[in-house]
C-alpha cells in the first residue's frame, strides 16, 4: 500500500518566490495534518483537517502560509512569499480515528525547503 | 511553558544497557499518549501507545500517570540499532502535540 506522498522532496528557492508544497494522504484517512520541523522549534502543528475541512489553522505562522484541501486525496501548503526563515522540513500527516481515540499517524517522507 | 515537554538528552549508552526517557504534558484533557521514533533525517514512526496501565512491546514498557501528567519509556538490553531520537506524543481532540524529542545514541 503507498503511503503518505508527498512533493517535491526538496526545494531550493530565493527569498520572496512562492512555495507549493503537496500531499496525497493515505487512501480511506479522513484527517490530514501539515508539521514543521526545525532544529529550534522542533515539530510544530501548522494546520489539520478533517474530511477536508479546515479544523484547527492556530499553527500557521503568518499570512504568508495558507493550506488547502480540495478533496479526500489531495492537499496543498503554500508559502507566499517565502523568507529565508521557512526554511524547514515540512511533513504532511494522515491518521484515521480508532475506537476509543486517535490512531497512528502516517507522515510523509517530508519536504526539505531551503529559502535563501 | 511547553504543552509537551522532554527530557533533552542526548543519551549515550552503551550495548545493553537499560535506558529510561520521560516526558511531561500540561493539558489535562488530553486523550491520547504516544512515543514516536525518528530516524536521522527521516520522518517519524509510531513506536508504541501508551495506555494508563502500563504495556510493553518486547524491549520497549511505556507508562502513563494521569495524575502527575507525566510519560514514561523504558528501553531494556539497548541495541545498536536504537540510536534514534524518540518523541513523545500527547493528542487532544485529534490534535497531536509533539516534544523536541530525546536523542538516544547506544554505542558498542
Known amino acids: 500500500d503507498a503511503g503518505v506522498i508527498q512533493s517535491p522532496r526538496h526545494e531550493v528557492t530565493e527569498m520572496g518566490q512562492e512555495v507549493t508544497l503537496r500531499c496525497k494522504p493515505i487512501s480511506g484517512h479522513d484527517y490530514l495534518f501539515w508539521y514543521r520541523q526545525t532544529m529550534m522549534r522542533g515539530l510544530e502543528l501548522l494546520i489539520y483537517f478533517n474530511n477536508n475541512v479546515p479544523i484547527d489553522d492556530s499553527g500557521m505562522p503568518e499570512d504568508r502560509f495558507s493550506a488547502k484541501m480540495p478533496n479526500a486525496s489531495f492537499s496543498t501548503l503554500k508559502i507566499q512569499p517565502s523568507e529565508p526563515r521557512d526554511s524547514a522540513v515540512y511533513f504532511c500527516?494522515?491518521?484515521?480515528?480508532?475506537?476509543?481515540?486517535?490512531?497512528?499517524?502516517?507522515f510523509g517522507e517530508g519536504s526539505r525547503l531551503t529559502v535563501l | 511553558r511547553k504543552e509537551v515537554e522532554q527530557d533533552p538528552g542526548p543519551f549515550n549508552v552503551p550495548e545493553g544497557a537499560t535506558v529510561a526517557f520521560n516526558c511531561t504534558y500540561s493539558?489535562?484533557?488530553?486523550?491520547?499518549f504516544f512515543w514516536y521514533r525518528q530516524d536521522c533525517r527521516k520522518e517519524p514512526k509510531l513506536l508504541m501507545s501508551?495506555?494508563?496501565s502500563g504495556n510493553e512491546d518486547g524491549r520497549f514498557t511505556a507508562q502513563l500517570n494521569r495524575a502527575s501528567q507525566y510519560i514514561s519509556l523504558l528501553i531494556r538490553d539497548s541495541k545498536l540499532s536504537d540510536s534514534a531520537t524518540y518523541l513523545c506524543v500527547v493528542n487532544n481532540a485529534g490534535k497531536s502535540t509533539f516534544g523536541d524529542g530525546t536523542t538516544l545514541t547506544v554505542k558498542p
Open positions: 493539558n489535562s484533557a488530553s486523550q491520547s
Open positions: 500527516a494522515s491518521s484515521s480515528p480508532n475506537i476509543g481515540g486517535f490512531g497512528e499517524l502516517f
Open positions: 501508551v495506555y494508563s
